[in-house]
Every structure is written in C-alpha cells, then in structure tokens.
C-alpha cells in the first residue's frame, strides 16, 4: 500500500470556491484531506521559528501566528514566500502523507485539497480535479470575501498558476462561475466520474 493511490487532488484558485467544492464532494461521501488546515496546524506549531525569522509582530497575543499579518508580507515578498515555505512544507507533507496512508487503508477514492497543488508539485497524486471560475469573478469574490483593494486581490491570485492553466491540465474540472445551484450540480457530475473511473 502506498500513499495518495487512491487519491484525488483537488485544486483551484483563490476565489473560485475550492472550499465550497470540497464541502459538497465531503456531502456525497468523500472523505477530504484538508491541506489548508493542516497548514494551519503546522504554523501555529512553528510560531517560535516563525517570530525568530520574520519578527515577533507576526505572532498575536496569544502567542500563535497573525496569519493575515504573515499573508500580507508573503504575498508581496517572494523571498519572504521562499522562508516561510522551507519551514512549513516539509512538516506539512508529512502530515498529509500520514493522513493518506490513513485513507488507503479504506479502498476507497478520497480528496485531497491542496490549493497550490500544481504550483508545488510535491505530492504524487495522478488524478486532479480543478475547481474553475474566471478571473474577473476571482478578482471580485477576494476582493470582498478578504475586504482588499482590487491590487490585493490581484497580487495574490498572480502568486498563483493561471486559472485557466489549472484548467487544462486537470482531469476533472468543476465550473463554479455560476449559482450555488450550478456548483451542486457540476459536483455531482464530477462525483459520478470519480466513481467511474475507479
């Protein structure tokens, strides 16, 4: 048995309702890796390395990493981006790499959603599904899901692969430029040719 076998990357861009996606598919009976929330779990372990390298401004009262503070400094300094990612990848793919051997022992097809799944080529999963909105739509949904100006907003979705790149470089794709309604329906679609393919 091997990690990410049975494993389906999910991917998309900032602003194309990846998270969105992934709480539908988790509805229809996959069982979802969540890399963003290991991430999490992992900087807070990190917060002493973190306020070593980048300052003690970064860490809130509580003692655990301010991570829009980190996130405003990393997305407008690659250098910054560079140290940051040395010290919380590996820890991170460990992580996930544990949580997918986990999920092998099942036998079943599950998710794991990885934002920056193409961008890091880390993890050897075959099989990807891109979650897709265009680009304007990116710009306004960031813009007011994070309330940053629209040369926030592009900044961080250009720190990330082209939209539409992910798109033709994915398996599956799931078109969220529409209702919610859509997107439920684009999920179940994707859902069924998961299945079939396995």
């Not at 979802?32 to 807070?44: F, G, P, S, W």
Request: charged share 30%; aromatic share 8%; with cysteine.
């Amino acid at each position: 048995m091997r990690a990410f076998d049975k494993a389906i990357a999910l991917t998309g861009g900032i602003g194309t309702g990846k998270s969105s996606a992934s709480a539908i598919l988790s509805l229809y009976g996959f069982r979802v890796i969540d890399a963003d929330k290991v991430a999490h779990e992992v900087l807070d372990s990190k917060s002493l390395q973190i306020a070593k390298t980048f300052g003690k401004e970064y860490l809130s009262d509580d003692g655990r990493v301010d991570r829009k503070a980190l996130g405003r400094l990393v997305f407008s300094d690659t250098d910054a981006r560079k140290e940051l990612e040395a010290i919380v990848h590996p820890a991170i793919f460990f992580e996930i790499e544990r949580l997918s051997l986990e999920q092998e022992k099942l036998g079943k097809p599950y998710i794991v959603d990885i934002p920056l799944f193409y961008e890091r080529a880390t993890y050897p999963i075959a099989r990807v599904v891109t979650v897709y909105a265009p680009r304007e739509l990116q710009i306004s949904r960031v813009m007011k899901r994070d309330s940053i100006s629209e040369d926030e907003a592009v900044a961080r979705i250009e720190a990330q692969m082209d939209i539409e790149t992910k798109r033709e470089k994915a398996d599956w794709v799931i078109d969220n430029s529409g209702s919610l309604a859509q997107l439920q329906s684009e999920c179940e679609r994707v859902k069924d040719e998961i299945l079939k393919s396995f």
